[in-house]
């Protein structure tokens, strides 16, 4: 089997998968009566158009790429995380409690620290299913989700109680939110006329981080050797559960990063709903960006094209918004089947005699 036929094999089942999720997302909106072409077009094609819709695009982008690169640890040291969304309420519940409580604070010393608060309470809530998983083997999927929950609930009780700004009592916007956070923590808009902000730096720095921690440190080598198999990992002398529990506690503090990052570069206060399903989208984005940073931060920007083109298909097709759910499900479902497809020597192996059979075949003829 030549090197040649193998990168046209991949090749082939990746076109394969995209024009199938393509298939099924249109019989899903041609069952609603929407023109599919038009519909596409809006989603893939009309937020580029100009500066404030693209700078939207990847104002949704830097969030997603925070929680993907957390995620994709986990996924590498062989454990699941679906907690990032509480993981993030959590971190932007951790970072509005120190700029409440330093609001003076110089913004090269406020800022760092309301970001490393955010990262410690995703962090924490990240240690949590990972101990529970490393040293009872309480499954993580369920752990993460009830830790999602509680989350939720927490947060809406702080900003319903302790942390609800006080002008909210008299003006009664509706809205549990929380006082406006300090100037010294908002981060900086730099292009003029938009929201987007230099998060967008960070989140790229934070991807050179982890692909240097993951591919070029012997602690990167171990935890995704833990994920690979844990027998020979710990055969090989690898403490598989330390390296767990240090995976979840990575991927909830990139959780909380972007938690913190959001309510400082763009909402600038703790707000309920904020969150916005980063979490669960952020999985989604991973998997997409085949669990490295090199393909996560162009599959953010995917998803975020997604995000701001199905809130535009509403208003100019008629489209629900909520179809870029179902659009993500396809895409879950067909990453999945692809993945097991791509991993099966068997069924490449087959293809490959296939083809030598039918190139023989036609040698035979010609001669």
Do not use: C
Request: glycine residues 10%.
């Amino acid at each position: 089997m030549t090197k040649q036929f193998k990168l046209l094999y991949k090749v082939s089942i990746i076109i394969l998968a995209i024009l199938a999720a393509m298939l099924i997302g249109s019989i899903i909106l041609m069952t609603i009566g929407a023109d599919v072409l038009k519909t596409y077009m809006v989603i893939l094609f009309e937020p580029l158009k100009t500066t404030l819709q693209l700078s939207e695009v990847l104002l949704r982008a830097i969030p997603l790429t925070i929680i993907a690169l957390g995620i994709s640890v986990a996924y590498r040291s062989g454990i699941i995380n679906i907690g990032a969304e509480g993981q993030m309420a959590m971190g932007i519940l951790g970072t509005t409690a120190v700029a409440l409580a330093f609001p003076e604070l110089p913004k090269p010393v406020l800022l760092p620290m309301a970001v490393l608060a955010g990262a410690i309470s995703g962090g924490f809530w990240g240690f949590i299913p990972g101990f529970l998983k490393a040293k009872l083997q309480v499954s993580e999927l369920l752990s993460t989700v009830m830790l999602n929950y509680i989350a939720a609930q927490f947060y809406t009780f702080l900003l319903r109680g302790p942390m609800l700004d006080p002008a909210e009592l008299t003006m009664g916007s509706g809205t549990p939110q929380s006082m406006r956070l300090s100037r010294n923590l908002w981060l900086g808009r730099f292009l003029p006329g938009t929201r987007l902000h230099t998060g967008l730096f960070f989140a790229l720095i934070l991807a050179l981080l982890i692909f240097f921690l993951l591919w070029k440190t012997s602690y990167g080598y171990k935890m995704r050797a833990a994920g690979a198999s844990s027998r020979a990992a710990k055969y090989g002398g690898i403490s598989v559960t330390w390296y767990l529990v240090i995976a979840m506690v990575i991927s909830g503090a990139f959780a909380g990063m972007a938690g913190a990052i959001e309510i400082a570069g763009v909402h600038r206060r703790a707000i309920e709903g904020i969150t916005g399903g980063y979490g669960f989208s952020g999985i989604v984005v991973a998997l997409f960006g085949g669990l490295h940073p090199a393909g996560i931060i162009p599959a953010s920007f995917f998803f975020g094209l997604l995000i701001v083109g199905a809130d535009m298909t509403q208003r100019m097709v008629g489209v629900p918004a909520n179809m870029v759910n179902v659009l993500q499900g396809i895409i879950i479902l067909v990453i999945v089947a692809t993945k097991m497809i791509l991993a099966d020597p068997y069924l490449m192996e087959k293809v490959w005699r296939k083809v030598q059979k039918r190139s023989n075949k036609t040698k035979e003829v010609e001669a």
